[in-house]
């Protein structure tokens, strides 16, 4: 009865911001956690009238913090739970999804942004909180980021982060800004069967059960209700879940869920280069991600126009970050100049940086400024300008 | 410091307050919205020495048009959770530097913090109570339009039973918004601040004689305005005096002020109307079945009989029509 009301194989025109509400349902999300913010209100709305349908839970907190800790707890109740933010937003949760990864709880947090710091301009996308988003907790934390750029890559990324979050059981990050959130777009919705939906390893053994104890990297999930004993604290920890103080736990604890991504990392990272087929040389190589990587694409006719040989990199993933495959599309394609073009003053450019830090290509950066999306005109002249 | 050097009359009439306008025109709330009343009033009885800190909301966005603004005195606008913080810290500073005597210490500013339910009743809960405990003279000023109406009708802890709004929808699972409104000028006299009251529009005289009473008083103050929203309430523009009236005439909102301990009903209603008139007027209450209705009815009932026990007399009369 739950999979008649998901939305139906076919093609749709949607926004963004729906996309990944409906994807979260078809992933198997029944728990939503919201609280209202300019531009991702109308996710939570969606999901406010969506979850009932599906005999799921919508709960609208009183702030975010509360929001992201209800998510928290529905998940260690057993259930994938999702909640949507803006920057503002993302910036109250970062404590709760530091919790989140101590706590190996799985959950999905949107946060489609806006201009920022503080209020910012909340009706207008940007790319700022990209750094927050990969490093914004206290601590080492590890996170996933996605960051589609495109309605029908919000619906597939989202199913993806939520099978990312329940196979390593972390809070996972999906990135969309403004333009994606609330611009209409292209959906093909495939066949459920065909969509490959992961479900959290659950523990099967209740004798003797040790809630972090594992020798693969994630521990199995105690399901509540079936006589699990379960201690969990955003203390360090140790295999019981009682809190230590010991060098060696602590190295154990911190390095075990830091490689749940490290190791990962080849698995996980994903991106696109753009044109894909029948260029095997390229003067500049464009790096961009979002919604911008849709103003690059465009932008790289009127570049070919001038007679520059560009290409597009577009890391899908954001974090982990494809660094070694940024290298080598570097060097197999002989490009002369590397171009990072964001939505900021620079946050992917660092890692960019630290990527090609052995390689001699140069790079350079064009800063957009935020709120402001160019035109492929405009893109092109200023590409242009920074490389003469 | 000079508590008299601007004590303010006692309001009688429209024409006692000064014509002096501090809410330039030309701000872009909706047609129809009482905020703009509410605020304009204020700034009438406050006078030019005041700084206003407000939280973000309906009155921030629509009042701060890029690139103008209709604030004609010292205005501050924060995050969404913290009016209450920076006005502490405002009152605080302005504290130290008369101390100091850098500022005059008779001279006498008003620090009103301005904000909307959920900046109150949600997110700025905890920087309210902190203000409320350690007793910074300030008045806080609550427009309470019961949702988010500035990031488009979600509903807020101010919100009432049954009311529908884009987080609560109506369907076959859910039917509106199915718990009560937070009574949250009760928990703030429960922080035994000096003034505490509820005020409506449509009662301007009382209104404006709070805000009064609220900056004179020595230490916090808190007035609890109900503010009609025909966006969000679903009603044509011109009636939202006669929605705010009815709301009194019904007892869904009760006006009443605790002063220094003292707990008084402002507008007494001899003869009250049943709540359908109040409900039958707007959109958002349109899916409402007559049982609906009377389980409202009820719990206006225990309000009434609440206020009138406290009291010790019959100040909201009995249902009438």
């Known amino acids: 009865m739950e999979r008649e009301k998901l939305l139906k194989?076919?093609?749709?025109?949607?926004?963004?911001?729906?996309?990944?509400?409906?994807?979260?349902?078809?992933?198997?999300?029944?728990?939503?956690?919201g609280y209202p913010i300019t531009p991702s209100s109308d996710l939570m709305e969606h999901m406010a009238r969506r979850l009932p349908q599906v005999g799921g839970i919508f709960i609208q907190g009183e702030d975010e913090v509360a929001a992201i800790n209800m998510v928290l707890g529905a998940s260690a109740a057993g259930l994938k739970a999702m909640t949507a933010t803006s920057g503002p937003g993302l910036s109250l949760m970062e404590e709760a999804l530091g919790l989140g990864f101590m706590l190996e709880l799985p959950a999905v947090v949107v946060d489609v942004q806006r201009v920022g710091p503080a209020t910012g301009i909340p009706t207008l996308g940007a790319q700022g909180d990209v750094m927050q988003a990969i490093w914004g907790s206290h601590g080492d934390r590890e996170v996933v980021v996605y960051a589609p750029s495109n309605v029908q890559e919000a619906f597939d990324l989202t199913?993806?982060?939520?099978?990312?979050?329940?196979?390593?059981?972390?809070?996972?990050?999906?990135?969309?800004?403004?333009?994606?959130?609330?611009?209409?777009?292209?959906?093909?919705?495939?066949?459920?069967?065909?969509?490959?939906?992961?479900?959290?390893?659950?523990?099967?053994?209740?004798?003797?059960?040790?809630?972090?104890?594992?020798h693969v990297l994630v521990p199995p999930f105690?399901?509540?209700?079936?006589?699990?004993?379960?201690h969990m604290t955003g203390l360090v920890h140790d295999e019981r879940g009682y809190p230590v103080i010991d060098r060696d736990a602590t190295e154990r604890l911190l390095t075990r869920l830091l490689l749940k991504v490290r190791a990962n990392r080849d698995r996980l990272v994903s991106y696109e280069v753009y044109p894909c087929d029948g260029i095997d040389k390229a003067e500049v190589m464009i790096v961009a991600y979002g919604s911008i990587a849709n103003i690059v694409k465009c932008a790289l006719k009127r570049l070919k126009a001038h007679g520059i040989k560009a290409i597009l990199f577009r890391p899908k993933v954001l974090w982990p970050m494809?660094?070694?495959?940024?290298?080598?599309?570097?060097?197999?394609?002989?490009?002369?100049?590397?171009?990072?073009?964001?939505?900021?003053?620079?946050?992917?450019?660092?890692?960019?940086?630290?990527?090609?830090?052995h390689c001699p290509t140069p790079y350079r950066f064009v800063s957009i400024t935020p709120g402001f999306y160019p035109s492929p005109k405009e893109l092109s002249e200023r590409i242009l300008r920074v490389l003469s | 410091m000079s508590q008299s050097a601007t004590s303010r009359p006692v309001y009688r009439s429209p024409f006692d307050l000064p014509r002096e306008e501090y809410l330039a025109p030309g701000h872009s709330l909706c047609a129809g919205c009482v905020a703009g009343m509410i605020v304009r009033h204020l700034?009438?009885?406050?006078?030019?020495?005041?700084?206003?800190?407000?939280?973000?909301?309906?009155?921030?966005v629509s009042?701060?048009?890029?690139?103008?603004?209709?604030?004609?005195?010292?205005?501050?606008?924060?995050?969404?959770?913290?009016?209450?913080?920076?006005?502490?810290?405002?009152?605080?500073?302005?504290?130290?530097?008369?101390?100091?005597?850098?500022?005059?210490?008779?001279?006498?500013?008003?620090?009103?913090?301005?904000?909307?339910?959920?900046?109150?009743?949600?997110i700025g809960f905890q920087a309210l109570s902190g203000l409320l405990e350690r007793g910074h003279k300030v008045l806080y000023v609550l427009y309470d339009n019961e949702a988010y109406m500035n990031t488009g009708i979600q509903r807020s802890g101010g919100t009432p039973l049954f009311a529908w709004t884009t987080t609560t929808p109506v369907g076959k699972v859910w039917k509106g918004k199915w718990q009560q409104k937070k009574p949250i000028a009760e928990i703030v006299a429960a922080?035994?601040?000096?003034?505490?009251?509820?005020?409506?529009?449509?009662?301007?005289?009382d209104m404006v004689n709070k805000f009064r009473k609220g900056l004179e008083v020595d230490g916090p103050a808190f007035i609890h305005v109900i503010q009609p929203c025909p966006t969000g309430w679903r009603f044509d523009?011109?009636?939202?005096?006669?929605?705010?009236?009815?709301?009194?005439?019904?007892?869904?909102?009760?006006?009443?002020?605790?002063?220094?301990?003292?707990?008084?009903?402002?507008?007494?209603?001899?003869?009250?109307?049943?709540?359908?008139?109040?409900?039958?007027?707007?959109?958002?209450?349109?899916?409402?079945?007559?049982?609906?209705?009377?389980?409202?009815?009820?719990?206006?009932?225990?309000?009434?009989?609440?206020?009138?026990?406290?009291?010790?007399k019959e100040v909201i009369g009995p249902l009438v029509e």
């Open chain 2, 63 to 122: 009042t701060t048009l890029y690139p103008y603004t209709s604030w004609r005195i010292p205005w501050i606008h924060v995050a969404f959770e913290n009016a209450a913080s920076v006005a502490s810290g405002i009152e605080a500073a302005i504290k130290v530097l008369q101390r100091k005597g850098v500022i005059d210490p008779n001279k006498r500013i008003n620090v009103i913090a301005l904000a909307g339910d959920g900046g109150t009743y949600d």
């Open chain 2, 43 to 60: 700034l009438k009885v406050a006078g030019p020495n005041t700084i206003v800190v407000t939280a973000t909301g309906c009155v921030e």
């Open chain 1, 222 to 230: 105690a399901e509540p209700g079936k006589g699990f004993r379960l």
């Open chain 2, 191 to 205: 922080h035994r601040i000096p003034y505490v009251a509820t005020a409506n529009p449509a009662y301007f005289i």
């Open chain 2, 237 to 312: 523009p011109r009636y939202s005096i006669k929605v705010a009236k009815l709301a009194t005439e019904t007892a869904m909102w009760i006006n009443w002020e605790i002063e220094n301990g003292e707990f008084r009903v402002t507008v007494p209603v001899p003869k009250r109307k049943h709540v359908k008139h109040y409900l039958r007027m707007q959109g958002r209450f349109r899916h409402l079945t007559d049982k609906e209705i009377e389980e409202i009815q009820r719990f206006i009932d225990r309000e009434v009989e609440y206020i009138n026990k406290r009291l010790g």
């Open chain 1, 322 to 357: 494809p660094d070694v495959e940024l290298c080598k599309s570097v060097e197999s394609y002989g490009v002369e100049n590397v171009l990072v073009v964001e939505m900021n003053y620079g946050q992917y450019l660092y890692l960019v940086r630290a990527a090609l830090l």
């Open chain 1, 9 to 33: 194989p076919g093609t749709y025109f949607m926004t963004g911001n729906t996309a990944v509400a409906e994807a979260a349902l078809i992933a198997g999300c029944r728990f939503f956690a």
């Open chain 1, 159 to 214: 199913i993806d982060a939520f099978n990312t979050a329940e196979e390593l059981r972390l809070p996972v990050i999906i990135l969309l800004d403004e333009l994606i959130g609330h611009g209409y777009g292209r959906l093909r919705v495939p066949n459920l069967d065909e969509i490959r939906i992961v479900d959290r390893k659950k523990a099967d053994i209740v004798e003797g059960y040790m809630p972090f104890k594992t």
